[in-house]
C-alpha cells in the first residue's frame, strides 16, 4: 500500500511477496505429500487420515480428505491464483494492483494464520507416540472424481478471490473504469470454470459411488457450490452490460462481493459442522473464524461500494426492454431468484431452529417445486439473450429472429405431445420446447453471421463459422456455454421426471420385470482386499429376449478405524460403500445398486471372534507372558488364522444352500449422459471464452 | 536443524522480497492506468461497432436503426481516440 504513494518499488517488492509465498506453500505441499506417500505417522494428519494398506494412488490425494490439509489446500491455490494474477497485470492496473494484493494476501493471512492458530487444524501436528499404524482414508472418499473434485471446487471457490480483491482494489483508487472490467471479467470466467467443473465431478461422485441412485440432493454442501456459482453466471452477463452501456456498475460490485462472499459461506459450510452433510468435514472449531471473515467482507465492502456511489453512478438508462441489456437484467434477476431460494432452502434449518427452537429440514421437493419454475424461464432467456441485439431491436429484426426459433419450439411440442410420453411432465415438457427454441436461436445465430461473412468475404460456411468463432472468443464460447447448459438441463429434466425406480428382493436364480427389462439375479459374488469385505451380486438383464447387459454392483464392508481390536465382525461395523453396476447409454442409464443380506455371515463371524478371544485370553496371552519372545511369531500366526477364519466365513456367502436374498435396486434413467455431455460442451466452451482472442495475444506480444 | 532451515529460507525470502530495491528508483515500468482504461475503452467500442455490424447483416437491425446507433458508436468512438491522442501528446 506504501507503493501507492509513488515509489513503485514497494509494489514490486509485494508482487515477489507474493511469489515467496507461492514457492513457500508448495514446499508445504510438498512436505505433507512426503508424509502421506511414506506412511510418516508422526504427522497427526497422516496418521489420521491414511494407513500402510491405503493405496498410493489415495495417499497422494488424502491430504485434501482432511479438515487441515484442505486449510492448507485452499491457502496453497490462493497463493497460485494470486501469483499468476499479479504475473499477469505486472505491467498494468498500476493504482488498483497494490490495493488487490493487499485483499488477496490478507485473506492469505487468515488462511496460514487459521492453521497455526485455530485449533486443531495445523497439518504439521505431530503426535507422540507415533501410531505404527493409521487408521486409513474414509472408504467413500477413495473414488477416482474424489482426486480432481476438491481441487477443482476449491480453485472456483479461491479463484474468486482475484476478482474480489481486483473489485475492491477498483473501487479503493476509484477506477472503475473498462481496464478494470476487462480483466475481472476473465478472472471470474475462470472461477466459473474451476467451479463448473467442481460441481460437475461432485455429482458423478454422487451418481457412481454414494448407492441412492441420484446426481443431485440439495444436500447443504452441494447448494453452498452452486450459490457461488450462480451468482458469478449472473455477474459474467452483467459486466458485458457495464462494459458495453457503462451500465448497472453498483450491481456488479455486488455481485462479485457477494460471490466470494458464498464462496467463503462455502467453506464455512463444509468445516464448521453447522449443516449435517455427507461432504462436510464434521465440528471443528473454525467455524467461528470464517464468520468472522465473512461478516468482515459483507460489512467492509458494503461501506466500500455506498462511498463510492458517486463513480458507480449508471452512465446510461436502458433504451428499451427489448434489448439485449433488458435481457441480461432479467437473467440476472432470475439467478439471483434461483440462489435466494437455494439460500434460504439450506439454511432453513438453522433459521427455523432460531425461530422456533425446532430444527426442521427443507427436502429435495420443496426445492425442486421454486427452483423447476425459474429454470424454465432461464432456458427461455438463455436462447433469447443471444438473439437480441444491445440498445433496441426493431419490430421487423425482432420478427426475422424469432420466426424459426418459435417454429421448432412449436415442432417440438406438438412431437412430444403426439409421440412421446413427455406430456406426463408439465415442467419437462416444458424444458423440452424451450430448448428446441434455445438450440434453434443459437444455431441461427451462428449460421446468420457466418452468412453475412460469406457474402462480404467469401469462402465456406464451415469456414466463416470459424473465422468469426476466432475473431470472437467471447460471443461464440458463450454460445457453446449456453448449447451445453440446455444439454445438461434435458438430461436433468428428463431424467428426473421419467425416471423408473424399483427396490426388488430376490434369490439367487430368481428374475423379476421393471419395465422392459428382466433383472436374473444370477449368483452371488464374495471377495476381499486388505481393507474390505466386498459383496455383490452377478446380475443379467435382458430386454426383449436379447442379453442387454451383465452387472456386477457391489456391497463393500469396510474395516473399523476407531480404535477397536479389529475381528472379523468388525468389518460390518465400519463405513459401507456402494459400487454400483451400470450400463449406460445415450438414451438411458441402466443403474444397480446390491444391498445384501449379511445377517448368516455376522453370525459366524461374531461366533469366529468370539473364540479367538477366548483362545487368544486362555493361550496366547499366558504364553506371551511366560515368554515374550513369543509375541511375533504367535501375533502374525494368529493374523494368518484369522485370515484363513474370514476366507472361510465370507466363502459361505456364494454357497447355493444358503440362499441369502439381496436387496436389488434398479433405476432407469433417461438421458443421464447427456447430462455429462452437456457439462463437457459448456465447460469447453467456457475455456474457449476465456482464451485470449488472437487480436488480443498479437497486441500483448506487440507490447 | 528446523531453526537452521526456517533462518535459510526467511534469508532467501527476504533477499528475493528486497530485489526490487536494488535497482534504481524510476526502473519499475507499468502503463498509464488513464492510457491503459482509454484503450480498454477503445477495444470494448471497437466490438459494439463490429456486434452492431453483425446484427445489421442478420437482419436484427433496420437500415434506420443501425444508421443511427453505427453513427452514435462512431461518434462514442472518435471521442474516446480523441482523448488518446490528446493524452498521448501530453505524455511526449
Known amino acids: ?703 | 536443524m528446523t531453526v537452521v532451515w526456517f533462518v535459510v529460507l526467511l534469508a532467501l525470502v527476504a533477499l528475493f522480497v528486497s530485489m526490487p530495491f536494488w535497482r534504481h528508483r524510476a526502473a519499475s515500468s507499468t502503463e498509464d492506468p488513464e492510457l491503459a482504461a482509454l484503450e480498454a475503452a477503445r477495444e470494448a467500442k471497437y466490438r459494439e461497432i463490429r456486434d452492431a455490424e453483425m446484427d445489421h447483416q442478420s437482419g436484427k437491425l433496420s437500415d434506420e436503426d443501425f444508421r443511427q446507433l453505427d453513427s452514435e458508436l462512431k461518434g462514442e468512438a472518435v471521442a474516446i481516440l480523441d482523448r488518446l491522442e490528446a493524452l498521448k501528446g501530453k505524455e511526449s
Not at chain 1, 460390518?572 to 456402494?578: I, K
Open chain 1, 1 to 703: 500500500m506504501i507503493g501507492t504513494r509513488g515509489d513503485r518499488r514497494w509494489v514490486d517488492s509485494s508482487r515477489y511477496a507474493v511469489y515467496a509465498l507461492c514457492a513457500l506453500m508448495v514446499l508445504c505441499v510438498v512436505v505433507i505429500e512426503h508424509a502421506f506417500l511414506t506412511d510418516d505417522f508422526s504427522f497427526n494428519v497422516v496418521a489420521t487420515h491414511s494407513s500402510i494398506e491405503t493405496p498410493t494412488f489415495y495417499k497422494f490425494t488424502a491430504m485434501w480428505s482432511s479438515q487441515e490439509g484442505s486449510l492448507l489446500l485452499w491457502a496453497f491455490i490462493l497463493s497460485v491464483v494470486a501469483t499468476i494474477s499479479l504475473a499477469a497485470t505486472r505491467h498494468r492496473l498500476r493504482d488498483l494492483v497494490p490495493w488487490a494484493t493487499a485483499v488477496m494476501m490478507g485473506i492469505a493471512t487468515f488462511f496460514t494464520a487459521l492453521m497455526l492458530f485455530g485449533g486443531d487444524v495445523n497439518p504439521f501436528q505431530s503426535i507422540s507416540p507415533v501410531p505404527a499404524d493409521g487408521t486409513g482414508l474414509n472408504p467413500l472418499l477413495q473414488h477416482p472424481s474424489m482426486i480432481i473434485h476438491p481441487p477443482m471446487l476449491y480453485t472456483g471457490y479461491v479463484s474468486l478471490t482475484v476478482p474480489f480483491a481486483f473489485a475492491i482494489g477498483a473501487l479503493i483508487s476509484r477506477r472503475v473504469d473498462a481496464a478494470w472490467v476487462k480483466s475481472t471479467r476473465g478472472f471470474a470466467l475462470i472461477a466459473w470454470t474451476f467451479l463448473s467443473i467442481g460441481i460437475i465431478l461432485g455429482s458423478r461422485w454422487s451418481y457412481t459411488e454414494l448407492g441412492w441412485g441420484g446426481y443431485w440432493a440439495w444436500d447443504p454442501v452441494e447448494n453452498a457450490s452452486v450459490m457461488p456459482w450462480l451468482i458469478t453466471t449472473a455477474y459474467i452477463h452483467s459486466i458485458m452490460v457495464q462494459e458495453k452501456r457503462g451500465m448497472l456498475k453498483v450491481w456488479n460490485a455486488s455481485l462479485i462481493v457477494a460471490s466470494f462472499s458464498l464462496a467463503l459461506l462455502g467453506t464455512f459450510l463444509v468445516r464448521s459442522g453447522v449443516l449435517q452433510s455427507i461432504h462436510a468435514f464434521g465440528d471443528s472449531t473454525v467455524g467461528p473464524y470464517f464468520l468472522a471473515l465473512i461478516g468482515v467482507v459483507l460489512i467492509g465492502s458494503t461501506w466500500l461500494i455506498i462511498s463510492r456511489l458517486d463513480i458507480l453512478r449508471s452512465e446510461r438508462k436502458i433504451d428499451s426492454l427489448a434489448s439485449r441489456e433488458a435481457v441480461f437484467l432479467i437473467n440476472n434477476l432470475l439467478l439471483i431468484a434461483l440462489c435466494a431460494i437455494v439460500f434460504w432452502g439450506t439454511f432453513f434449518p438453522l433459521i427455523s431452529e432460531a425461530l422456533t427452537g425446532t430444527r426442521s429440514t427443507l427436502a429435495g421437493p420443496w426445492f425442486d417445486r421454486y427452483t423447476t419454475p425459474i429454470a424454465v424461464v432461464l432456458v427461455l432467456f438463455t436462447g433469447i439473450g443471444p438473439m437480441m441485439s444491445w440498445r433496441r431491436i426493431s419490430m421487423a429484426g425482432a420478427k426475422r429472429v424469432f420466426t424459426w426459433p418459435l417454429i421448432a419450439a412449436a415442432v417440438a411440442f406438438l412431437g412430444l405431445l403426439l409421440f412421446t410420453d413427455a406430456a406426463h411432465s408439465f415442467w419437462a415438457l416444458m424444458i423440452f420446447t424451450l430448448a428446441a427454441f434455445t438450440v434453434t436461436a443459437l444455431v441461427q445465430e451462428t449460421w446468420r453471421a457466418a452468412a453475412a461473412r460469406r457474402r462480404s468475404a467469401g469462402g465456406s460456411i464451415l469456414g466463416s463459422i470459424w473465422i468469426n468463432a476466432k475473431r470472437n472468443h467471447r460471443r461464440y464460447g458463450g454460445y457453446v456455454v449456453h448449447l451445453g447448459l440446455i444439454v445438461l438441463l434435458v438430461g436433468i429434466a428428463a431424467s428426473s421426471s421419467f425416471e423408473t425406480k424399483r427396490d426388488v428382493k430376490l434369490k439367487p436364480g430368481e428374475s423379476t420385470k421393471v419395465d422392459d427389462y428382466t433383472v436374473t439375479y444370477v449368483a452371488p459374488t464374495v471377495s476381499r482386499n486388505d481393507q474390505a469385505l466386498i459383496f455383490g451380486a452377478k446380475l443379467q438383464i435382458d430386454r426383449d429376449g436379447q442379453e442387454f447387459a451383465r452387472l456386477n454392483p457391489t456391497r463393500q464392508y469396510h474395516q473399523v478405524t476407531d480404535g477397536r481390536v479389529r475381528g472379523i465382525a468388525t468389518y460390518f461395523d465400519g463405513e459401507a460403500t456402494s459400487e454400483v453396476g451400470l450400463k449406460a447409454g445415450m438414451r438411458s442409464d441402466f443403474w444397480t445398486s446390491v444391498e445384501p443380506d449379511t445377517t448368516e455371515i455376522r453370525r459366524r463371524a461374531q461366533i469366529a471372534d468370539k473364540r479367538f478371544a477366548a483362545y487368544m485370553t486362555q493361550v496366547v496371552l499366558p504364553a506371551i507372558q511366560r515368554n515374550p519372545e513369543k509375541r511375533g511369531p504367535m501375533s502374525s500366526q494368529l493374523a494368518e488364522v484369522q485370515s484363513l477364519a474370514t476366507d472361510k466365513i465370507i466363502a459361505g456367502y456364494e454357497n447355493p444352500n444358503l440362499e441369502a436374498p439381496v436387496t436389488i435396486r434398479v433405476i432407469i434413467s433417461p438421458m443421464v449422459t447427456w447430462i455429462w455431455v452437456g457439462a463437457v460442451i459448456a465447460i469447453l466452451g467456457a475455456l474457449f471464452a476465456a482464451w485470449p482472442s488472437g487480436l488480443l495475444r498479437r497486441r500483448r506480444k506487440a507490447s
